[in-house]
């Protein structure tokens, strides 16, 4: 198939692009490089092998769009580009809603004038919220979103869901739980810019001596050891996830359907840290802090229905992780 990435220079995408090329899918990158950077391209195609068209230009931009459509013959497009910076988020809402809403309605616009009808795209199990229920699966109620970011997501899956209804048009929403860790190649991966938010990166960050020390957030939580647990899933494993969903994308016989990628384990904060340790060989410079405002105590996902439906299940575990991130961040500082 042809398939177009919207945001394919970014974290996740750049994996994807990498497993569509490895399943010898050919594939064009739209990216405005807002969250990226153009070194990416060769990273990747030093890894496949294979090179790809790029066009540097923002989703938003329709005349650029239309005209890549008009230049090739899309069977699918799978769309990342967002901004999705949770706490950026509440200072710049309109940004937000800008940049992921318009540019969804900008892609399903280009599409539509080209009858392009599968896509694939980036959601997050932030739309479940805090939920009692564990683990959460696809019909888990979704809450009103913490965050524009959070909001965004839920409208897009909205848009996307009542576009299809009306169209001959197919469409996955994916929702990510905590992707981490890197290309085994640790030729791609994460890029953070300026101070991470997200644990993953500050750990690195803080083994390489960037970070002073990490802050735990929250110990007296309703976990086994207090701190907070999340899915974390391995990068590359949920770019393969992509790879199944626009393959069953063509076959399916809804109009949306929906699939949790995560691993289907929870890990609290003290497990990452150890398991990085191990992975590591070093001890993380840490302390426990206060409870970060808005965290969820925790989540992980029911993996029952992608492992059934697609096909997928995650292939690595969180010590796996925990190696790529760190073999990520050595090679960034040489
Ligand atoms: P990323 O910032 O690394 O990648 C996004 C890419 O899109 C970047 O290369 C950026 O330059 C590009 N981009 C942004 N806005 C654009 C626009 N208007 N036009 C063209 N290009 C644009 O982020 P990521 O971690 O790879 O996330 C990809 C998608 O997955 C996003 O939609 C994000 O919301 C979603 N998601 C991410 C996570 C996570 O923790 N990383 C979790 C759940 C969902
Ligand atoms: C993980 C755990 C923190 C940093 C965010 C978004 C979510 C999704 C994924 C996009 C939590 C703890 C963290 C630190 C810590 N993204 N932590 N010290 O909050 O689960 O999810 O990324 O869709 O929408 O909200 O990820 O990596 O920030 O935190 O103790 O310095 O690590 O409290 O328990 P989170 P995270």
Not at 138 to 150: D, F, K, L, V
Not at 178 to 203: K, M, R, T
Not at 276 to 301: C, H, M, V
Request: glycine letters at 8%.
């Amino acid at each position: 198939m042809k398939i177009l990435v919207t945001g394919g220079l970014g974290y996740i995408g750049s994996h994807t692009v990498v497993e569509l090329q490895s399943e010898g899918h050919e594939v064009v990158v739209v990216d405005n490089l807002n969250n990226s950077k153009i070194v990416v391209k060769e990273r990747i195609v030093g890894i496949s092998g294979k090179t790809f068209e790029l066009l540097v230009a923002d989703v938003n931009d329709t005349e650029a769009l239309d005209g890549l459509f008009q230049k090739h013959v899309f069977d699918g497009v799978i769309h990342f580009a967002a901004h999705k910076a949770v706490g950026e988020s509440v200072d710049l809402p309109v940004m937000y809603y800008q940049n992921n809403v318009s540019g969804l309605i900008s892609l399903l616009g280009a599409m539509e004038k080209h009858k392009v009808s599968n896509l694939i795209f980036s959601s997050s199990c932030t739309v479940y919220g805090s939920t009692e229920v564990l683990p959460v699966t696809e019909s888990t109620s979704i809450q009103r979103a913490e965050s524009p970011y959070g909001t965004t997501k839920i409208l897009c899956e909205d848009i996307i869901t009542d576009y299809a209804k009306h169209k001959k048009f197919r469409s996955i929403l994916l929702r990510y739980f905590n992707p981490v860790g890197a290309h085994p190649s640790s030729q791609i991966g994460e890029l953070p810019l300026g101070v991470p938010n997200n644990l993953v990166p500050y750990i690195t960050q803080t083994a390489a001596g960037i970070r002073k020390e990490l802050t735990v957030f929250g110990d007296d939580y309703e976990t086994k050891d207090g701190t907070c647990i999340r899915d974390y899933i391995h990068v590359v494993d949920l770019a393969k996830a992509h790879v199944k969903a626009l393959e069953y994308s063509t076959k399916m016989s809804q109009n949306v359907d929906v699939f949790n990628v995560g691993t289907g384990n929870g890990n609290t904060v003290l497990e990452v840290i150890k398991a990085f340790e191990k992975a590591s060989g070093q001890d993380l410079n840490y302390k426990i802090g206060p409870r970060r405002g808005g965290d969820i105590e925790k989540i992980w996902a029911d993996t029952a229905k992608v492992s059934d439906v697609l096909g997928w299940n995650a292939q690595y575990d969180i010590n796996d992780m925990m190696k790529h991130a760190w073999s990520w961040q050595i090679g960034l500082e040489k």
